[in-house]
């Protein structure tokens, strides 16, 4: 391992970059909405995909006056439980070249860590249901961990300080608008994945790299990308 390598470390969103639980979660918002009569459009779930709950439902969805802390709380909270049903009914497989990434920073000495807008149970259930955990450990931040959510970098921070690696020296992966942002203001590098948005949706707060998948990402290119040299 080179000296660069072993003060270098990955910071992963989960939704659209480990797993594609996109519309698993659209499945437990439709849920929500039919119990409690409102509706969700196409464009509201678009625009809320990788925000805090906290965030969605007074300032999107509308489903609540932003002061009534209670309501947005329990609203939240009963989202989460339709989403951990739905995610109970079937099996859950990491996104194309998942596992076979996290083992090459596994064998180059490079951690990796989550930082997501979900909660931690939410987290811990998709990483053990995935395997995932025999790489990440309890390495994963979630929601209730920091106090703003994306775009602030928050939880990308306190993602790296779990695997001791400063902001400067990670990368962070990405598929949502607010999460690319939230890495370019904690000062981290950024790669995008088009899992869930188009490549040029990504033009007004452009991230470092755009690939289509983890399956075109090497070690190699991470350290590129830190350096920021162009080898994708």
């Not at 990440?136 to 979630?142: I, K």
Request: glycine letters at 8%.
């Amino acid at each position: 391992m080179s000296n660069s390598e072993s003060t270098l470390g990955v910071v992963f969103d989960m939704d659209g970059v480990l797993i594609d639980s996109h519309a698993q979660h659209h499945q437990a918002w439709l849920r929500l909405s039919a119990e409690i009569g409102k509706e969700i459009t196409p464009a509201q779930f678009d625009e809320s995909f990788g925000m805090r709950n906290v965030m969605c439902i007074p300032h999107v969805f509308k489903w609540a006056d932003p002061e009534d802390y209670q309501l947005i709380h329990d609203l939240g909270e009963r989202k989460e439980e339709f989403y951990r049903e739905i995610l109970a009914e079937g099996p859950l497989e990491p996104l194309a070249g998942v596992r076979a990434f996290t083992q090459r920073l596994t064998d180059a000495g490079i951690p990796g860590s989550v930082g997501s807008s979900t909660s931690r149970l939410n987290i811990e259930m998709c990483l053990q249901a995935t395997g995932l955990d025999a790489f990440f450990g309890a390495n994963y931040t979630g929601a209730e961990d920091v106090e703003n959510g994306k775009p602030a970098p928050d939880v990308f921070l306190e993602a790296a300080r779990k695997i001791d690696r400063a902001a400067e020296h990670c990368m962070v992966i990405e598929d949502a608008h607010v999460g690319v942002e939230a890495g370019l203001a904690g000062g981290m590098r950024v790669l995008a994945l088009t899992t869930t948005h188009a490549a040029e949706t990504f033009a007004a707060r452009p991230p470092h790299q755009i690939v289509n998948s983890l399956e075109e990402v090497t070690v190699a290119d991470v350290l590129a990308l830190w350096a920021e040299r162009k080898l994708f």
